[in-house]
């Protein structure tokens, strides 16, 4: 009986709850905080007297890019457009359907300003662009106030600006477009600090037709087949920092007459390090480090290419030219995938600092194709190759028209590598000391007595050292093959050859 009597009084409370709180709710939010586009936007609606409740907008709209949950009231999510939003939200009581409403009101600011044109700032650089007349005979400046990263791409065409860096970083990013794409425009930046940047993981860094671009950082990650720059019909790009690329991307690809790149930094290429094609020119000031060719010249007559650094190739060619083209490297080439070569030759003129590291040294192909080696080769194959004929290191004669280098030819193409030492001068008749070679031995005149002097093959190797000459006389040692050899006294160093 006692606990039936509890239960009614139970009953009786609830129902008596329940009839005070039926159209008794209130909204208790009575304004909202503003927000900025841009900028991520999180506020709940706050009510009392309803058991349950479910929030909407019953008038007028959120602002643009704003989402209101039904459940918990949250409005949130980032604006997108600027102005003053008007609206009505409604909470309805989840049990009995009463329902009140609340007038609310959010002010969304306009973004900050990110760049300028004089005193007029912009709200993104796109509506600074859209400013530019096309065809304009001098530059505008464009300064930016704040970093800016431009997704989607950008194309300009037949517009001058320079950018105004003020500190500050612009990076021109592309998904399945380039980075940035120019066509017969000419940009420029300041050289205050700052940096300008073309980045796409879908496509090339830069591709540039006509026109001039100067940056500091080029990259692409696309799956295969793009270049960080890509610069064609006439085309000239400075770009004082790195070039990057992975996959199966070039470095740079410069292609035409008049077209040019000039990289003041490194190259790292998952592909080709540099493509340079039909009367281009390319100069890197400093080292390229590629999957694939360090450095591919050719396909078209007249491109130049200028590497003040090393290059590494470590699945292809180190060096790989056709056709008339032109490739100076001041540094050294080596090719450490296992049957490449540090240059494969088929046209051109190619000078190099030195080769070492690699698996094949120097081949050349067709009429006309000369290579220079300012310093050794180390392979651990193929010393030279000429027309597919093996030259070895004791092949090489002294060329009279090249002075202290060692000559390799077939009669149509030419290797010449440099001697060992740096004061090795061509004998002559004027000269004290005399050397000949007859019939496989070495006569010597004009020693002084008591000196000690040695011969040595160009490879640096001691042939012979006989006993200090007693001066005067003529002396005579047996050499072990033909070839060019080295003789040393105290105060001089000749070279003589030992001809079949």
């Known amino acids: 009986m006692k606990n039936l009597y509890t239960f009614i009084i139970a009953l009786a409370f609830i129902g008596l709850s329940m009839g005070a709180a039926k159209g008794q709710g209130t909204i208790t939010?009575?304004?909202?905080?503003?927000?900025?586009v841009g900028v991520a936007y999180n506020e709940t609606l706050t009510a009392t007297g309803f058991i349950g409740i479910r929030w909407t907008i019953s008038a007028g709209a959120l602002p643009d890019g704003l989402t209101l949950n039904s459940v918990y009231g949250v409005i949130s999510g980032t604006p997108t457009a600027a102005?003053?939003?008007?609206?009505t939200?409604?909470?309805?009581?989840?049990?009995?359907?009463?329902?009140?409403?609340?007038?609310l009101s959010i002010t969304i600011a306009p973004p900050p300003p990110?760049?300028?044109i004089g005193a007029k700032t912009y709200a993104?650089?796109?509506?600074?662009?859209?400013?530019?007349?096309?065809?304009g005979a001098t530059a505008t400046i464009i300064k930016l106030l704040t970093d800016i990263t431009h997704d989607g791409g950008c194309t300009i065409t037949n517009k001058k600006i320079t950018f105004d860096l003020n500190g500050k970083n612009l990076v021109f990013n592309g998904t399945t477009t380039p980075g940035l794409t120019l066509s017969n425009a000419v940009i420029d930046y300041n050289?205050?600090?700052g940096t300008i940047s073309v980045v796409s993981t879908g496509n090339d860094g830069l591709n540039i037709s006509g026109g001039s671009c100067s940056l500091t950082y080029a990259e692409t990650s696309a799956s295969s087949g793009r270049n960080a720059v890509y610069c064609w019909n006439g085309g000239q790009v400075s770009l004082a920092g790195n070039v990057k690329t992975a996959g199966n991307n070039g470095g740079v690809t410069a292609d035409g007459t008049n077209s040019s790149v000039t990289v003041t930094g490194n190259i790292t290429s998952g592909g080709r390090g540099i493509s340079a094609t039909a009367g281009c020119a390319v100069t890197v000031t400093g080292n390229i480090t590629a999957s694939n060719n360090g450095i591919f010249a050719g396909n078209g007559a007249g491109a130049t290419v200028t590497v003040n650094g090393n290059i590494v190739s470590s699945g292809s060619d180190g060096i790989f030219s056709n056709n008339n083209v032109t490739v100076n490297v001041t540094g050294s080439v080596s090719a450490i995938s296992s049957g490449k070569w540090a240059i494969l030759a088929e046209g051109g003129t190619i000078t190099v600092g030195s080769v070492i590291n690699s698996s094949n040294g120097v081949a050349v192909k067709n009429s006309g194709t000369n290579v220079t080696v300012d310093g050794t080769i180390t392979a651990t194959g193929?010393?030279?190759?000429?027309?597919?004929?093996?030259?070895?290191?004791a092949n090489g004669v002294l060329d009279p028209a090249k002075q202290s280098y060692l000559k390799y030819s077939d009669g149509t193409s030419i290797?010449?590598?440099?001697?060992?030492?740096t004061g090795i001068e061509t004998i002559s008749q004027a000269t004290a000391l005399k050397a000949w070679v007859a019939n496989g031995t070495l006569h010597l005149s004009g020693l002084t007595a008591g000196k000690q002097w040695s011969v040595y093959n160009i490879a640096g190797v001691l042939v012979a050292s006989p006993c200090p000459s007693k001066g005067g006389e003529e002396v005579t040692t047996p050499l072990p093959g033909h070839g060019v050899y080295i003789v040393q006294t105290e105060n001089r160093t000749v070279k003589v050859m030992s001809e079949p």
């Open 415 to 421: 290797v010449w590598v440099k001697t060992i030492g």
């Open 191 to 193: 050289r205050n600090p």
């Open 114 to 116: 990110v760049c300028s």
């Open 29 to 36: 939010t009575t304004s909202l905080p503003n927000g900025a």
């Open 89 to 103: 939200v409604k909470a309805t009581e989840a049990m009995d359907g009463a329902s009140t409403i609340k007038p």
């Open 382 to 393: 193929t010393y030279i190759q000429l027309n597919s004929v093996n030259k070895t290191q």
């Open 83 to 87: 102005g003053t939003f008007n609206f």
């Open 124 to 135: 993104s650089l796109d509506d600074a662009l859209a400013d530019i007349q096309t065809g």
